[in-house]
Structures are given as C-alpha cells and as structure tokens.
C-alpha cells in the first residue's frame, strides 16, 4: 500500500512540472499519466483485497504410523520363577540332568506337541535336557519355529526288591514243647503271608499234631495267635534277636514252653515271656 501511494504522489508531482513548462500541450499527458497512475492503483488495490479474502492454507502434519510391533528376538529364551529340575525326557521317569535356577535364562532348541516341555540348551554343562514349563515366564514359542522334539524312550523303572525282614517267621523249624516234665519235640513248617503266619507241626514223631496261626506285629520280631490239634489254646513267640535262627514263646496261656530253632540246640531259657 504505501508503494501505492509513493508512486502516486511522484506522478502529481511530475505533472505539476510539465504543466509549468509545457503550457496545454502538457494537460493531456498530464491527464493519461494519472489516469494510468489511477488504474495501476486500482488493479494493485483489487489483487491485494482478492489475495486477503483467500486464507493461505495450512500445512498440515500428518502424523505417521508407528509401528507396533515387537521386534521377535532371534533365539527363544525361557527362565524360570522356581527352581526347575531339567531331564532326559519330558516326565519324572526320566534321569535328572541338571537344575535350571531362578532367573536364570535358557535357550528353547525344541518344542514338544501338546506338551509343558520343551527341550532347551543345558545352561550348566554340555547337551541339552527337557524343562518342566510350570514356572516359566513364557510357554508359547509359535514364533520361533522351533523343530518339533521327538520323545525319548520311557526308561524301565528300577524295582527294588523288599529287603528280608530281621526277623524271619517263614521255613522250617525244630520246636520243642515242654510242660510238667513232659517234653515234646518236632518239626514245624511256617508260611507268611503280609503280617499273617500260618504253621503246622508233629511231635514225638508224628504222635502230636498242632497247627499254628496268628499275626506278626509291627517289626516282625513278635507273633501271636492259636492253636488247635493236641490240644488247643493260645500261643505267642518271639525271635531272640534280628537274623536269630531261634525263637522263644509258650502255649496255653504260659503253661507249656514252647521254642524252635533252625538248626542246633534248643535256646535256654525256651519260655517267653
């Protein structure tokens, strides 16, 4: 605007000059040059009003994706909340190979079909071993595309044989039964099953006849039960001391001694209690 007005006032100004010296030869130059001087104000005057009416239009920032998704590590990684132990195979049948630590991270080298185990490298040693997923801070390895584990063979569980009782109630015997001066001496066979014996004997070869059954208590040194045969009644007896091939008890309540043995002689005292 103020350019406007500059050449405007340097035009009048140059007309008033000419018209001085030129007389009226001036006035229609001077005339023209305003009317010119009018119609390039009027056209600036029109561009600026049409420039104000249009707003310059904003610059827009148009925010960019972000991208969200994680980046995957390049190996699989598990740890675990609780001491885990790490096996030859996927279950408790198998050797223990090592003890993954909490916090302490392991590589995954293989998944295993609809299973919490997964084969990982042995953090404490060379090979590898199966980790108990139960503690772990992650179970899902899709991403890693993982081979799959094939199952080893289920080992043959060890079965330890039940080691022989102390005290043996089962086999043969020599037993001699004593009362009042009256002595009776035999052979008797005895079969255990559980905490049941189970015996039959003949004395004074094969003139008495008994036949013996009861129940070992706990410890397997004592035993009680009945009699029937020559005569009848109860009996209790006990073996003298772990792996003794003697025992000692009596018959009918206590009246009559009653022992055996495996082989050898007779114990003395035969009565017990």
Known sequence: MQSRTFLFSCLLILAIVLTACGGQSSDAAIATGIAQTLQVSQLETAAAANNDAQPTPAVENTPQPENTEEAVPEIALVSVSTD?????GPSQHYKLITTVTVGQQVEVLKTFADSDYVVVQNPNGAGDCWLWLRYADTTDFTAYDLPTATQPPTPTPTITPSPTPSYDWSGNWTIRVFHGGVERTGAMSCSVTGMSVTCSAVTNP????YSFTGTIAPGHQDASGTFGGTGSGNWQARITAPGSAT????LDMGSWEF???RS????????WP
């Open 206 to 209: 094969g003139a008495f006849a």
């Open 259 to 261: 022992c055996g043995v």
């Open 264 to 271: 050898g002689a007779f114990p003395s005292p035969c009565k």
């Open 247 to 250: 025992f000692i008890g009596n």
């Open 84 to 88: 885990t132990n790490c096996r030859s």
